[in-house]
């Protein structure tokens, strides 16, 4: 079995209709925290496609998103503060 590993996806999408597709996307494999911002987890032997798909929602050369891995310590440290509702599922992550 592939071990499921955690990220944070940070976007800056120029055009509102890839904005929303990503989005999309994004839900399928985790929580939004915020705008522009997800937390994740992705199957170590899908990361790959994972990464293509999201290469694929890029469209302006002013496009950009930033992956990065978040291991169990590092997500155990994660501090939230203020409105978390509809944000954080507090037993999402494995």
Request: no cysteine.
């Amino acid at each position: 079995m592939s071990r499921v590993e955690n990220f944070v996806v940070i976007y800056d999408i120029e055009n509102t209709k890839n904005r929303t597709r990503l989005s999309r996307l994004l839900f399928e494999y985790g929580i939004r925290t915020q705008f522009s911002v997800f937390e994740v987890e992705v199957r170590q032997r899908e990361y790959n496609r994972f990464v293509k798909l999201l290469e694929k929602k890029i469209k302006s050369t002013k496009d950009k998103i930033y992956i990065y891995p978040m291991d169990g310590n590092s997500l155990r440290k994660v501090t939230r503060a203020g409105n978390l509702e509809n944000s954080i599922i507090n037993d999402f992550f494995i």
